[in-house]
């Protein structure tokens, strides 16, 4: 059974940082698979913030570029977001997403809360 787990969301100040984690657990290499962070504001629909492929260049939304970087860990089916100069239109849920094909993961989402 695969597991995508989030983790290292929180209330953070404007301009501070955080890094987010995506730990992913099962039968599931993924390095295999396109690992995508998207994030959903109260009262918004979900966005797609970073995402990678093994071997290509992360994409990323256009408000968070030069802020946000993601990277993963393929040995250890790690999937991280490092996000820098936050700001209170950053608040939202994040979530991980592996997929490939047809087939798609999702995690159960972090909470981030960027306030003074």
């Known amino acids: 059974q695969v597991q995508l787990v989030e983790s290292g969301g929180g209330l953070v100040q404007p301009g501070g940082s955080l890094r987010l984690s995506c730990t992913v657990s099962?039968?599931?290499?993924?390095?295999?698979?396109?690992m995508t962070w998207y994030r959903q504001a109260p009262g918004k629909l979900r966005e797609l913030v970073a995402s990678?492929?093994?071997?290509?260049?992360?994409i990323y939304t256009d408000s968070v570029k030069g802020r946000f970087t993601d990277s993963r860990d393929n040995a250890n089916n790690m999937y991280y977001l490092q996000m820098n100069s936050l700001n209170p239109e950053d608040t939202a849920v994040y979530y991980c997403?592996?997929?490939?094909?047809?087939?798609?993961?999702w995690g159960q989402g972090t909470q981030v809360t960027v306030s003074s």
């Open positions: 990678s492929t093994t071997g290509a260049s992360t």
């Open positions: 099962g039968s599931i290499a993924i390095s295999m698979y396109t």
């Open positions: 997403r592996a997929r490939r094909g047809t087939i798609t993961y």
